[in-house]
């Protein structure tokens, strides 16, 4: 019944070609991101400049801008800010402060995760049916940012959840003993301590709708437009929307115009990206001391 | 005190419904599919739509049958987890077994910027870069080809597995490991016969997600995939896949309440019950292999 | 008696931090050897040495000599080693698996395959551990499911399966409920008719009642180690006096 060790030779060559192969497919994926970046960056050397910020699309490469891509981004990013910073939090005080564990509470928080699962380009086609026809807000910046609300909303709100969730009970304890009612709780104390935190999650949500390509073409953003928005009913295009026309263009010309606004979408979300990571940092030092 | 309170109520009820806004989404995407479909479907038999092996709405003759866009995509999920499971879960061992805190330091943000970069982007570097990589290695690659869409979103889908595979395998106690080292196993032994299994539940929903998003993943196969409905296996032919077909059609200027523009939702329509199947069956799968530690 | 383990002028840092000084044991074979002192004074870290699960942690430096009847384990292969020298640790820790594939664990990565064989293992380890009455009936039942005393005992089954020659115990019992704690200490006595066991224990009416020798650890330091019985009647230093005697600790 003695076991033998015989084996441990063959065991422990096992144990190592494993190592060399997770660490083989890990470099890989260090390997892909650099190909990536070093594919984009390439190729937009030389065409990305002052004309290609400041210029509107047009049929010739050369000529081509992203000034009204940036704009119709900021319009529909910001409308989609103002939108869904309310309800999102809102919803997310609902559900953390006032709503009580029960059938309710289940059913938005299972609905809640479902619909992260869901496709964006259906999100895409609710705003097509809802917004765009139904509604009669055309293809608006409006039905653009009303979309993307709905879109990032699941998100937002889960975002939020977490940041309210860390505010110690003991603090919400200390105001409803001098007499507080709820909201001024939720507003004096709650709100307060779980700012940064709600500030970084949103602000990652807000990110990510700025990446969003399909659900902007099913809503009708139009690749070619030769003025500057206006107004939220005004039709737009948007950063993702002019990288995909110009990919999508026979001249090989245009695939650099197209690693030119790639460059400037990275650049765009770098730079959001960094905020909320300055301002990350700055919530978890507050909450250490 | 009672103006107080009633602030209180009626904001209440306000968040209240703010919160409903998520059951009214979902409810609004099943409707707004669902009405269009309905109309589809009074023009084109269901028998069709299922058993038809054309899908050419755009042309003369018209045909109605999904099954090549149903292909094309799971020709996609198929190749993008080829990609995603296998890379993805094997840099979440790296990571949670073998790497030290700075090759972690390095590691994580890599991850972190791949699961940020939009999807447009993985579209434009599958038909600039990884298409004319595969011309040069078979020649009769299609330049719209189901390979090169299919490594996008494979590697676009890394970062998913990867990261909730080792927030898995991170829960597994360190008590378990030692259990196993201290009866003499190796670092193979214990990462597939211990901390593997005991953190399989959420490593397969890992699979999942990602297979899910590799469905409903739109720009880059709209870009890279083609746009030639077929029943096909080769991935280096020009497919199509249902959202890519969506995205062709609206692109193009077809009137509305025609038929071409109601196939969209009846595409939209399957796709969404895909990818709740999928939603379904992780859900199943986290009950049902749950471990549970002390 | 013969020797079995010696180990000789052991110093180990965690960082900067001087967690044992200049440590000397000798572990005699078939034998009881407990490791008592108060809580930080580096018994654990210790019986983690003899079989290297301290390899696993970063930082750890090393100095001096341990030996396994005569050779020297920085010298061994680790697996090997802790094939040899097998582990039971402060709290129980059975795999989410059922309890015969537990056992089982070790021995098939060692190389057992038949079925037969395998079920003999498993029979007789879980009798060695005292466990098989309890549970013969649900062997194929998850391992989780089982007490905290039957979890630990299974624990022991599974590195007594894999033959091991010295058993190293790190608080067994400091988990458990006093009914479960006596049953482990009625095994002791068995245990140590086949093989080589160390023990850390805080409670020191345990080192007295299961075992032959005893060393006493203080700030990473061996006080005093000797027969059991003279520990604790005729202490030689007035540290182990005063430990003893529950002036401190």
Redesign the interface.
Known sequence: ????????KS??L??QI??A???I??L???A??A??LI??FS?SIGWLNWNFLSSLPSRFPAKSGIKAGILGTLWVIGLTAIISF???I??A???EE??KKGWLKE??QI??S??A???????G??G???FV?QWGFGRSILSGALTMT?LI??VL?VAAQEAIRSVPSSMRHGSYALGA????TITGVVLPYASSGILTGTILAI?RA?????PM??V?AA?FISFVPGGIMDSFTTI?LQ??SW??KPQAEF?NV??AG?VV??AV?LLI?SIAIILRNKYQDRVKS | MNY??L??NV??R???L??????I??I??VF??L??TVSFFKEVSIVEFFTDTRWTPLLEPKHFGILPLICGTLLITAGASLISI??GL??A???SE?AGNRTRKI?KP??E??A??????????A???ITPILQRLIPQTNIFNAASASIAVG?MT?PMV?SLSEDAMKAVPNALRHGAFAIGS????V??KIVIPSALSSILASFI?AI??A?????IV??AAGSTPKLTLNPLESIQTI?GY??QV??GDTP?GSIESRT??AA?MV??MM??L??IISMLIVKKFRRVYD | MSLKMKINHLNLHYGDFHALKDVNIDITENAVTALIGPSGCGKSTFIRTLNRMNDLIDNVTITGEISLEGIDIKKC?V??LR?RVGMVFQKPNPFPMSIYENVIYG?K????KDKK?LD??VE?SLRGAALWEEVKDRLHKPALGLSGGQQQRLCIARVLA??PEVLLMDEPTSALDPASTLKIEDLMEQLKKEYTVVIVTHNMQQAGRISDFTSFFLNGEIIESDKTENIFYKPRDKRTEDYITGRFG
């Open positions: 019944m003695s076991i033998n060790t015989t084996n441990m065991r422990k096992k144990s494993f190592y192969i997770i660490l497919c890990t890989t994926t260090i892909v991101l190909a990536l594919s984009v190729k309310p309800l999102g809102g919803a005080i609902y559900l006032y709503s059913l938005i609905n809640i479902n619909l699962g869901v496709p964006s380009i259906i999100y086609m609710l097509l049916a809802v026809r709905i909303l699941p709100i009612t709820q909201w001024q990110a700025i990446g969003e390509t399909a073409i099913m009708g690749a993702p990288i995909y990919t999508g695939q197209a690693a790639i979408l990275l979300l990206n | 107080n309170k602030v209180d904001i209440k306000i968040l209240l703010f919160a409903a806004i998520s059951v989404t979902t609004a995407i707004s599919l009405g269009e296998p890379i094997a840099s061992v790296f990571l073998y590691l890599v991850l910027i791949l940020g970069i939009p999807t447009i982007v993985y579209g434009y570097f038909l600039v870069t590697i890394i990867a190796t670092k193979f032994e990462v597939t997600l899910s998003r469905i409903g993943e739109t720009m709209a870009l959202t969506i995205v609206s692109m509305r969209i939702f939209g796709l969404f990818t709740l999928m939603n | 292969d697996i090997e094939k021995p990565i060692h190389g057992a064989v003999a293992i007789k894999v033959e």
